[in-house]
């Protein structure tokens, strides 16, 4: 399923046990709380995205930047991971709270929007120019033969960018948006991903949100998938 649609919902998972177990059918799960301060969070492999900090402020990271996900801002399309050398293959992110709280949850699928896209534009994002921690990197790369594709647009744009660099970001945040689908996660869902393929984002919640979504990074794939 994930192979062929990206992204799929689970609705009315029974218990964060049952969510551990479909992570780990899926591959090698990750430490869930990369890039962020020792005892910031748990170091559980799991990682409880809410809004955190004075007035929806949010957790900051090593590098002082503001972790989007721990905001009650509107956090734009990306894929998770972007600054690691290898992102996570899968993210699966599951509702906890009974809050009334309902936040649009956007998904896009990378495939159709790079589709949209020339063919030059598509060899521009395969060149290693892109800002992020670990200095210049490629949008689109391959790994073991299959296609990766990572995406965070404030980490990709730094003032200093390559007008052609920029331009080309600009037409893929655009493509993006043009396919972006809303879907709402209840408590008990659990939105699971193909993060080499899928951006996904959220609208804004209030400063007091009670939201609550467990997260889970997957690095390797297995034959079931």
């Avoid at 002082?64 to 956090?75: H, P």
């Avoid at 050398?85 to 709270?97: A, F, I, N, Q, S």
């Avoid at 521009?124 to 073991?144: C, D, F, N, Q």
Wanted: proline letters at 5%; hydrophobic letters at 40%.
């Amino acid at each position: 399923m994930l192979t062929t649609s990206g992204a799929m919902v689970v609705r009315s998972m029974p218990s964060e046990q049952e969510f551990r177990l479909v992570a780990r059918t899926l591959g090698s799960v990750m430490p869930a709380a990369v890039g962020l301060p020792a005892g910031a969070v748990g170091l559980d492999d799991v990682y409880e995205v809410r809004v955190r900090g004075p007035r929806g402020s949010g957790l900051t990271d090593n590098r002082g930047r503001v972790v989007m996900s721990s905001t009650a801002s509107r956090f734009p399309l990306h894929t998770d991971g972007y600054n690691l050398h290898e992102p996570p293959r899968y993210v699966l992110l599951y509702r906890t709270d009974g809050s009334n709280d309902t936040p649009t949850n956007l998904v896009a699928d990378a495939s159709v929007a790079l589709a949209s896209l020339g063919g030059t534009d598509r060899a521009t994002l395969r060149e290693p120019i892109y800002h992020s921690a670990r200095g210049g990197v490629a949008v689109l790369a391959k790994v073991s033969g299959q296609d990766l594709f990572r995406f965070n647009p404030e980490e990709m744009q730094p003032s200093d960018m390559a007008e052609r660099a920029l331009a080309v970001v600009t037409r893929l945040c655009g493509a993006l948006t043009a396919i972006t689908e809303d879907l709402l996660l209840h408590r008990g869902d659990c939105l699971i991903m193909n993060n080499w393929r899928m951006c996904h984002g959220r609208g804004a919640l209030e400063q007091g949100s009670g939201r609550v979504l467990l997260r889970m990074w997957v690095s390797k794939e297995t034959a079931a998938t």
